[in-house]
């Protein structure tokens, strides 16, 4: 799906060891019948979370369910392989990195930040979205946060795993829900200690 | 011929200091068990705290046990000793006030650290400026705390002063707010100066979203208009932010044409 041309990546063989090149990086990779290949990737950077600003906020009847799509930052990975073992070379950032605190100085969470519109966009993710207001009043959502602690997947497009967002009395509760289609990436998940299910006590 | 068991029996019936030395012996041999017992116990108790506690509480709680057990086989070798502890309570009152006078810093201390503990003020590898001091915490000691500090120099200060201070712990947050100022000339727009920051600052990668950054005219200087320049970043990141952003506000500055004055003096002579 992504082209190493496409990103300056310029690798070249010479005996045993292969160059790689993009953007005055420089990397030495040693080895046999090594592929170079680029994969879709939630990038939290330096921080743990995503925090998607909603650029219209959404406005939702209470006791109702809705579906919808909206739009999501991802990165690509440069990764060495040999069979079915791996590395990352690189991460190159497809969307600005910005940053944002959710929540007070003295106990808030540090979170990339993403401002979403609702639909599909070129060079974004597509995240699907099943939200329930179990409340008795009408609720508008401005941003909803998550800890990105999961894999993406791809075909022509790229797909974030379906979020099933409940507000209630407590706040916003975000859960994974089923995967979504195209190619589930294999990717090594690093141990986030952020848990699953993740409430949104500060507001949305 | 050297007869050995009349050897041992009469050096073991030998006294020294009003003891034989056989009590001497088994003394002796109770307080090398306590060390060993006490060095067991206080790796089973680091190694059974590893998972439970931090670091801080790993080492004090290891410390505390290993000292436990010291007292305890010290006093029993003593006892071993006819070393009577009612009778040291009773008749010790000035050997208790001589050494309370000379142990109070170490109590002190070693008081201060349990607190310490507890309270959490700073955890190791925390950035803090103590007083006069500033750098990181390398090491959390039952008496005393080491920082290192940004000239690479090792300071030790005892818990009781450290408990004392004022302790500005700079990493207790995820995020801390860094200042700038930025003088300007008096007849530049301050409104276009305020725009080409604004855009450096929210270009940053850095630079938070939210709590969103401030840019505002803090004083109308001497030889400049000072704006001031408050934005908030990650915490391991604020120091490389603060520097990167000074020399991206002047670059755009200069790009703009818009001038940071040097401070001038405009001198009038009067003509007599």
């Known amino acids: 799906m992504f082209d190493i041309k496409k990103f300056d990546i310029e690798i070249n063989r010479k005996e045993e060891k292969y160059i790689y090149k ?61 069979r079915k073992e791996w590395i ?25 930040y993403f401002e979403s519109e609702f639909g599909e966009k070129k060079d974004k993710a597509i995240l699907n979205l099943k939200i329930e207001n179990q409340t008795k009043e009408w609720q508008e959502i401005k ?27 407590l706040g916003l509760t975000i859960s994974k829900s089923e995967a979504v289609k195209g190619l589930k990436i294999e990717r090594f998940i690093k141990d986030l200690g952020v848990q699953k299910k993740y409430t949104m006590v500060w507001g949305y | 011929m050297i007869d050995l068991g009349n050897l041992i029996e009469e050096i073991q019936n030998k006294e020294l200091f009003g003891r034989s030395i056989s009590t001497w012996i088994l003394s002796l041999i109770i307080l090398i068990i306590g060390v060993f017992l006490a060095r067991f116990f206080s790796h ?104 290192r500090t940004w000239e690479g120099n090792l300071i030790r200060i005892p818990n ?57 005219v803090n004083a109308l200087g001497d030889s400049s208009v000072n704006l001031v320049i408050k934005a908030w970043a990650p915490n391991d990141y604020a120091y490389q932010t603060q520097i990167s952003l000074l020399k991206l506000i002047k670059q755009a500055l200069d790009k703009e044409g818009i001038e940071i004055p040097f401070p001038q003096r405009d001198i009038w002579i009067r003509k007599k």
């Open chain 1, 22 to 82: 993009r953007n005055g990086i420089e990397k030495v990779v040693f080895g046999e019948k090594i592929i170079f290949d680029l994969f879709p990737i939630i990038s939290s950077g330096i921080s743990n979370y995503l925090e998607l600003k909603l650029k219209n906020p959404l406005v939702i009847a209470s006791s109702s369910k809705i579906k919808l799509k909206i739009t999501a930052p991802y990165d690509i990975e440069a990764r060495a392989l040999k």
């Open chain 1, 88 to 112: 990352s070379i690189e991460t190159i950032n497809i969307q600005k990195e910005k940053y944002t605190l959710y929540g007070p100085v003295e106990s808030g969470v540090l979170c990339r």
């Open chain 1, 143 to 169: 941003k909803i946060v998550f800890p990105a602690n999961f894999h993406l997947s791809y075909d022509k497009k790229v797909y974030y795993p379906s979020l099933e967002l409940t507000l209630n009395a």
């Open chain 2, 44 to 147: 089973l108790v680091w190694k059974w705290s590893k998972k439970r506690l931090d670091k801080h509480g790993q080492d004090l709680f290891k410390k505390i046990i290993y000292y436990f057990v010291i007292i305890i086989f010290v006093m029993m070798a003593l006892n071993n000793l006819g070393v009577e502890f009612s009778g040291l309570l009773v008749a010790g009152g000035v050997l208790g006030i001589v050494l309370g006078f000379a142990s109070q810093t170490v109590v002190s201390n070693l008081i201060s650290g349990i607190f310490m503990y507890f309270d959490k003020p700073l955890k190791i590898g925390d950035y803090v400026v103590i007083e006069d001091i500033s750098g990181v915490v390398t090491e959390i000691d039952i008496l005393s705390t080491r920082i």
């Open chain 2, 160 to 216: 009781e002063k450290l408990f004392n201070s004022i302790i500005e712990n700079r990493v207790s947050n995820e995020v801390r707010r860094i200042e700038l100022g930025v003088g300007i000339a008096y007849r530049e727009e301050m409104d276009k100066a305020i725009t080409v920051i604004k855009k450096v600052v929210d270009d940053h990668r850095y630079v938070l979203v939210e709590p969103a950054p401030l840019i505002f």
